[in-house]
């Protein structure tokens, strides 16, 4: 019984379950950037390449197919999700957080000891770190 009391605390961590539901919205993610390429981007790519599906491109060796078309597709939309992807969610996501990450203005009411660097009261004649006078 103990084995199952090990296995249940092991589920119910944290990480586990942020790492389940990461997972869940990772694919649900992956199925809006798929859309986005295959419905969105690629169309407009192929209208103005004027070539809507490399997939028929091929040459043969000996009798085998070399199907470089198919190849150029995947490739195409690898570069397509990835540029989906850095551009509307990674730029932002680093826009949002450079935002919340700027510093507050310094607070007027204080400066800083010229000795341990504490920040202490303008009026302070001592610090109270260090009791070095101001």
């Known amino acids: 019984m103990q084995i199952f009391k ?5 589920l119910l961590r944290g990480n586990v ?5 990461g997972v869940v919205v990772g694919a649900a993610f992956g199925t809006v950037v798929t859309a986005l390429v295959k419905d969105i981007l690629t169309p ?8 809507p599906d ?12 070399i199907m470089y078309g198919d190849f150029l597709n995947s490739l195409i939309s690898f570069i397509l999700v990835a540029a989906s992807v850095f551009f509307f969610i990674i730029k932002p996501m680093n826009l949002l957080i450079a935002r919340s990450r700027k ?10 000891c010229t000795e341990c660097l504490s920040t202490i009261p303008l009026d302070a004649k001592r610090c109270s770190f260090c009791t070095q006078v101001q």
């Open 6 to 10: 090990e296995f249940k605390q092991f």
């Open 54 to 65: 490399f997939g028929n491109l091929f040459f043969s060796i000996n009798g085998s197919k």
């Open 44 to 51: 407009v790519l192929s209208g103005l390449a004027h070539v």
């Open 17 to 21: 379950v942020d790492l389940a539901v």
């Open 103 to 112: 510093e507050k203005p310094a607070d007027e009411s204080t400066k800083k």
